[in-house]
C-alpha cells in the first residue's frame, strides 16, 4: 500500500465550481506539500504545511495531523486551474530527508 | 531570476551508452535532489544531498549515481543506461532541507532504445 494516497485520482469540474482534494498518509510527518504540474510537465510548489491552514488567492491547503489528513481546495475554479495535483510528506522517522509522493490528481475544469 | 536548469530537455540514447544530466541552481540551496515520473506510478526519489559531498540515496536509486563537488551543481548520471530508465527525470533545490519549498527544474525527457 501507498503511504500517500490521493483522491479522487481524476477530477472534472465547471467553471465556478469549488474544488476539494484529498491526502491521506500513512506515516508520522514533518512536513506536506502541495504541488502543481501542468500540461507540458512543469511543477511549481504551491503550499507547505506543517500544521493548520495556509491560503494563497482561490487556494486554500489544510491538514489534519491526527487524522494524517490533508486537503486542497480551490474556490472560483478556472479552466486555468486545469492540471495535475500532487501530494508529497516528508517522512519524520528514519531519514527526514526523503520527500514521498502521492501518484497525483488529474483536474481538468471546463469553461 | 532564481531558477533551477536541467540539461538536455530531451535525449534520446541507446542501451548501455554513458549519460549525464546535468542540474544547476542560482539560489545558494543546500538541498538538492532528483526524482524520476512514469506513469501510474507518480514521482519517486532517486538520490538527494543536503550539501556538498554529502549525497544519499532515494527510494530508487539503482543505475544511477550522482555526485556534489559544488553547491550549485547536481548532475545525474547513467553509467550504463536501460530501457527500463525511460523516464521523465526532475531536478529539485530547497533552501536547506524538503522541509522547505522545493523549486524544480523543468524536466528532461530520456528515452533508452
Known amino acids: 500500500k501507498n503511504e500517500v494516497e490521493q483522491s479522487p485520482q481524476n477530477l472534472t469540474a465547471q467553471e465556478g465550481e469549488f474544488i476539494t482534494i484529498n491526502c491521506s498518509y500513512s506515516v508520522g510527518i514533518s512536513a506536506l506539500h502541495w504541488l502543481q504540474q501542468h500540461p507540458g510537465g512543469g511543477i511549481v510548489s504551491l503550499f507547505m504545511l506543517s500544521s493548520g491552514k495556509k491560503k494563497h488567492g482561490r487556494l486554500i491547503a489544510t491538514i489534519n495531523i491526527q487524522e494524517k489528513h490533508s486537503s486542497l481546495h480551490i474556490t472560483a475554479s478556472h479552466p486555468r486551474d486545469s492540471a495535475v495535483y500532487i501530494c508529497a510528506v516528508l517522512n519524520s522517522g528514519g531519514s527526514n530527508y526523503k520527500l514521498t509522493f502521492g501518484k497525483g490528481t488529474l483536474l481538468t475544469v471546463n469553461p | 531570476e532564481a531558477q533551477v536548469t536541467q540539461n538536455p530537455r530531451y535525449l534520446i540514447t541507446v542501451t548501455g551508452k554513458k549519460l549525464t544530466v546535468t542540474c544547476s541552481q542560482n539560489m545558494n540551496h543546500e538541498y538538492m535532489s532528483w526524482y524520476r515520473q512514469d506513469p501510474g506510478l507518480g514521482l519517486r526519489q532517486i538520490y538527494y544531498?543536503?550539501?556538498?559531498?554529502?549525497?544519499d540515496k532515494g527510494d530508487v536509486p539503482e543505475g544511477y549515481k550522482v555526485s556534489r563537488k559544488e553547491k550549485r551543481n547536481f548532475p545525474l548520471i547513467l553509467e550504463s543506461p536501460s530501457p527500463n530508465q525511460t523516464s521523465l527525470y526532475f531536478c529539485?533545490?530547497?533552501?536547506?532541507?524538503?522541509?522547505?519549498?522545493?523549486?524544480f527544474g523543468p524536466g528532461t525527457r530520456l528515452t533508452v532504445t
Open positions: 544531498s543536503m550539501n556538498v559531498e554529502v549525497t
Open positions: 529539485a533545490s530547497s533552501p536547506s532541507s524538503p522541509s522547505y519549498e522545493q523549486y
